[in-house]
């Protein structure tokens, strides 16, 4: 697991203008498919330069366990980094956000998936509503007590997750 206060990231050569032309010169690689870049100072701005370690402190154990636990099963699906935002945690592949952590609480931690379609058919998300003003994106929430509440039926979601095209 890659914990990246600072993000880096890749963006596909698709023709679209994510960056100004000042923002494009801080580039510090290019490869044949993926333009990587840090944006340490834009990204300080838009975070207010928050760290993980800022939404872990004061914590309790428990919810330290239960976060690391949750980090270390996503891992299994494949390789994650966590970004710090202005109010959550980001959990991403090497293309996107694959998933939030919404709160971290007294005894839980609570997890929203991004999914372009329902997911209806499960024992493991307390709500799932859409994104007003979004026809793609449904908010799969789950909240998480016991490292036992990752089972195989979460395993699968979050494979899921980690495997959606962007």
Not at 11 to 23: D, L, Y
Not at 39 to 51: D, E, G, P, T
Not at 90 to 116: C, M, S, Y
Request: contains cysteine; charged residues 20%.
């Amino acid at each position: 697991m890659l914990i990246n206060d600072h993000l880096t990231f890749g963006v596909e050569h698709s023709g679209a203008n994510f960056c100004t032309e000042n923002e494009k010169m801080q580039f510090d690689h290019v490869s044949k498919n993926f333009t990587i870049f840090k944006l340490r100072s834009i990204m300080s701005q838009a975070s207010n330069n928050k760290q993980v370690s800022d939404f872990l402190n004061g914590k309790s154990e428990q919810t330290i366990l239960l976060f690391n636990h949750f980090i270390k099963k996503f891992e299994e699906a494949g390789p994650v980094t966590i970004h710090a935002a202005k109010t959550m945690l980001g959990i991403a592949n090497a293309n996107k956000r694959i998933a939030w952590v919404t709160q971290l609480g007294k005894n839980f931690v609570h997890v929203v998936f991004p999914f372009k379609k329902t997911h209806p058919d499960n024992l493991c998300f307390q709500k799932i509503a859409q994104v007003p003003g979004d026809a793609n994106q449904f908010n799969h929430h789950f909240r998480m007590y016991n490292v036992d509440d990752v089972n195989k039926e979460v395993m699968a979601f979050m494979k899921l997750a980690f495997d959606e095209k962007g």
